[in-house]
């Protein structure tokens, strides 16, 4: 059984997006779902800055009990996917969150992000 808020078919899922999306954009998608520390904001763009090559990295944190999304793009991903087409992705995933669909969510908010980045 597997540990966490998802499912073995649902992590599956969001591996297959993850991969996806980074190989059609050129991008590196990451998402991180649990407690994030208050300043939310803050601390998700300390674990953006963690990713490898942050400057082209996409961050989709999710604290589900918090009920707080938090989408970080680094510097040469704004240049391909506007501070609106996040906001409007964070819209949709956390309409399928309301809908108790976080796993759903999370694969439509990355399917979202990559095709408003574009191929590479």
Known sequence: MADGPFTTRQLLRLDEALRIADQQTGLTFSVYVGELEVPTREHAERLHKQI?????????????????????????VRKRISDRDAKLAGLSMAASFAGGDLAGGVVSGIDQLASHAGRH
Do not use: D, K
């Open 52 to 76: 490898e090559g942050s400057e082209r990295a996409v961050l989709i944190a999710v604290s589900p009990n918090q009920r707080r999304l938090e989408i970080v793009t680094g510097n040469e």
